[in-house]
């Protein structure tokens, strides 16, 4: 679906496009709609749409300027960015040092504590062991939510709500996030109850001009998956608004960020923020 939506803009635009795919994917639309289609290995995931070699080998057969990686896949992943940089093919998205930095959320939380973006209480870092979980957790009380340091989709996370549950929280959120996400590290921060989920999409070109477009309301999920997104968010005032929209343009300058993005914060009832 993404991939149709890329094509249909650069139709648009006169630039001629080229389609990957895997052999499952053979008569997919969006390789019908391309000017050139390239197959780039079996079903397999980890044999195609993640294999960086043959990505590069497509781009580079088919004379293509830039890779659009889409979302999902190695959308997220530095060293792909970094690869496509090696081989003389334009990235669209981010820089690699912005997607490695803001890709785990401890480092990203030391980073924007610099920059003074409003952060959520908690550890400044990676909690290593139960012990200084247990010493976080008396500097901030509880409530508190562990979790993954790489990683999303609300994968890795765990309510403690009093210290008899931080043990069984911390240890079940470095279990699930080995398993969904390949590294087991955790990090703690006070958990916001009754809040709401408000998101901002930025966008920045290479020359430090950046704007934000509005908001997000991301409040109504399951299991920590958006089911509905809604704009404006009623909560925010028109000062509030701007307030926050100034925050995400903060935290964006903070890592040097291009391209599109979204910077996502909690909104609690008392009117705070907290990236």
């Keep these: 679906e993404i991939a149709v939506r890329i094509i249909r803009a650069c139709r648009e635009l006169g630039i001629e496009t080229v389609a990957v795919y895997s052999e499952a994917d053979r008569q997919a639309l969006h390789t019908r709609l391309a000017d050139k289609a390239v197959c780039i290995g079996p079903s397999a995931i980890n044999r195609s749409y993640l294999h960086i070699p043959s990505l590069l080998t497509a781009a580079r057969m088919s004379g293509a300027d830039a890779i659009h990686p889409g979302y999902g896949f190695l959308s997220e992943n530095a060293y792909f960015a970094e690869m496509c940089n090696a081989a003389g093919v334009t990235f669209i998205g981010p820089s690699p040092s912005a997607i490695q930095l803001m890709g785990s959320k401890a480092a990203a939380r030391k980073t924007m504590i610099a920059a003074a973006v409003p952060v959520v209480p908690g550890s400044e870092g990676i909690i290593e062991d139960l012990d200084g979980a247990l010493a976080i957790a008396k500097e901030i009380g509880y409530p508190l939510l562990v979790k993954a340091a790489l990683g999303g989709g609300g994968r ?120």
């Design 156 to 275: 890795g996370m765990r309510v403690a709500r009093e210290p008899g549950e931080l043990r069984s929280a911390f240890q079940a959120a470095q279990r699930e996030a080995a398993t969904a996400f390949g590294d087991p590290r955790v990090y703690i921060e006070k958990y916001i109850e009754k809040h709401r989920h408000i998101e901002f999409q930025i966008i920045a070109d290479k020359q430090g001009n950046l704007i934000y477009l509005g908001e997000r309301e991301c409040s109504l999920q399951r299991r920590n998956q958006k089911i509905l997104e809604e704009a404006p968010s009623p909560a925010l005032t028109p000062g509030l608004r701007k307030e926050m929209g100034q925050a995400a343009l903060k935290a964006a300058r903070s890592v040097d960020y291009y391209s599109a993005g979204t910077v996502e914060f909690l909104l609690d009832k008392y009117g705070h923020y907290y990236f």
